[in-house]
């Protein structure tokens, strides 16, 4: 069987076995659940919308199969994907994720709605509301684990000529650049700080029951403002991602590992959209449309920073790996 | 933002600092009303003082090259001065001829006869 059909296999059997799951357990539970069912929760945690048992279960497969297909779609419209490493890890995270978020969501609803005489007597959410995000968490490490092994081809190499500059003897020079996405930073900034505020008015009130959501909301803000920004600096140690005000978290990447580095204009749309994607060696970090830094790996994969005057920081790059392998001695 | 600095520079590293963003602004890469890399980071990536860096930045500021607005950072005002990039440019002209073992004299001689 080829890599092809390998995949298919694979993505069928786990979409049949999470479909299995999330058409089974109302099935089963049919006698013991209120029809309609309590299916969304207010800030007080109390359910607050409601619908026919029979809708939510066509709801959840037809979205999970929706996300399935389009998951599937371009491996099965380009092999190349599947030739990838990291485009068989982004199906698998995808799917895995995207599956077990669909049963823990099913999960915590039926829990709630359990053994209710009517859907408005539905117990508290809870912590039920962290399992559908662990799932997504949890499914998406093990899908994109499920997609690591098999071969690994390189993507084709953009054809951009190397450009350095000229380093005189006795000169050292170093780059640093940066970029902020404003609104990313501000709602993030604002829902930091009601999400805290909430926090502490819960705790001092004594009603736990607003501390789940409260918290999601401060982690959420907190992640929007670390990811709202980017800072880039390339010295002869290499160069150093870190993201927002506290500079962390932040990764470094040794010069040996870097091939060649160039700019290019690239824009969300297409990329997959705005924020962090890829995986650990083909990576993309894009908060807003335009220059941006590309860094090839000497193994083959590459990382895309979206920042500031990108040529001069890919130019510097280019002459401090030249001079590297040239010999520690000529490096400065 | 590219910067570079000469290790045989004997002149006092805050001097040295300006210059480099100077003529990274010069350079063009940053355009007047682009915001700059925030001090610290320039700072680290140099591995020198922020308060080096600051002053650095004060002093550009002075020079009308630099505007500090409260809360969005330091921007590009205006590009600096051509004749302090030119004089940075010949001072490291110099530097390099002196490394080949070439007096000022001979500099000034071989300008003349290229121009």
């Not at chain 1, 749309?269 to 705005?274: E, P």
Request: overall charge positive; hydrophobic content about 50%.
């Amino acid at each position: 069987m080829g890599l092809r059909g390998r995949f298919l296999f694979a993505a069928a059997g786990w979409f049949a076995l999470v479909t299995a799951a999330l058409v089974a357990a109302p099935l089963t539970l049919w006698s013991r659940l209120p029809d309609p069912v309590a299916v969304h929760w207010g800030l007080s945690g109390a359910p607050d919308g409601s619908m026919p048992l029979a809708a939510l279960l066509l709801l959840d497969v037809g979205l999970w199969a929706l996300v399935a297909v389009g998951a599937c779609a371009p491996a099965l419209g380009r092999a190349a994907v599947l030739r990838r490493r990291a485009g068989r890890m982004g199906i698998g995270a995808l799917l895995g994720g995207v599956g077990l978020f669909f049963v823990g969501l099913q999960a915590s609803t039926l829990w709630a709605n359990l053994d209710a005489p009517g859907w408005r007597q539905a117990a508290h959410l809870g912590w039920g509301v962290v399992v559908p995000l662990a799932g997504l968490l949890a499914g998406g490490a093990l899908g994109a684990l499920a997609g690591r092994p098999g071969p690994d081809e390189p993507p084709p190499r953009a054809d951009v000529p190397v450009r350095g500059i000229r380093l005189r003897h006795g000169q050292r020079a170093v780059w640093v650049s940066s970029v902020r996405n404003g609104w990313l930073t501000v709602i993030g900034g604002a829902l930091l700080a009601s999400g805290i505020a909430l926090c502490v008015l819960t705790l001092i009130g004594g009603d736990r029951t607003l501390l789940p959501p409260s918290a999601v909301t401060a982690v959420a803000g907190l992640a929007a403002v670390t990811f709202g920004s980017v800072h880039v600096q390339i010295t002869g140690d290499g160069l150093l991602v870190a993201y927002g005000p506290l500079r962390h978290p932040r990764r470094r990447i040794p010069l040996a590992k870097v091939e060649r580095a160039w700019s290019e204009e690239l824009f969300p749309a297409q990329v997959g959209g705005w924020g962090l994607r890829g995986l650990p060696g083909a990576s993309t970090i894009m908060i807003r449309g335009g220059e941006c830094l590309v860094v090839g790996y000497v193994s083959g994969g590459r990382l895309t920073v979206s920042i500031d005057d990108a040529a001069s920081g890919a130019a510097l790059l280019n002459t401090l790996v030249a001079g590297a392998s040239a010999g520690p001695a000529l490096r400065r | 933002m590219l910067l570079t600095l000469d290790l045989n520079d004997p002149r006092p590293l805050h001097e040295q600092v300006a210059e480099a963003i100077r003529r990274a602004v010069a350079e063009g890469s940053y355009a007047p009303g682009d915001r700059l890399p925030p001090a610290r980071d320039v700072a680290a990536a140099l591995g020198v003082n922020a308060n080096t860096v600051l002053r650095a930045l004060r002093d550009l500021r002075d020079e009308g090259v630099l505007e500090f607005r409260r809360g969005r950072g330091v921007s590009v005002l205006n590009r600096p001065d051509p004749r302090s990039v030119i004089e940075e440019k010949l001072r490291s002209l110099l530097a390099e001829a002196v490394q080949y073992g070439y007096r000022h004299d001979d500099v000034i001689e071989l300008i003349r006869e290229l121009s």
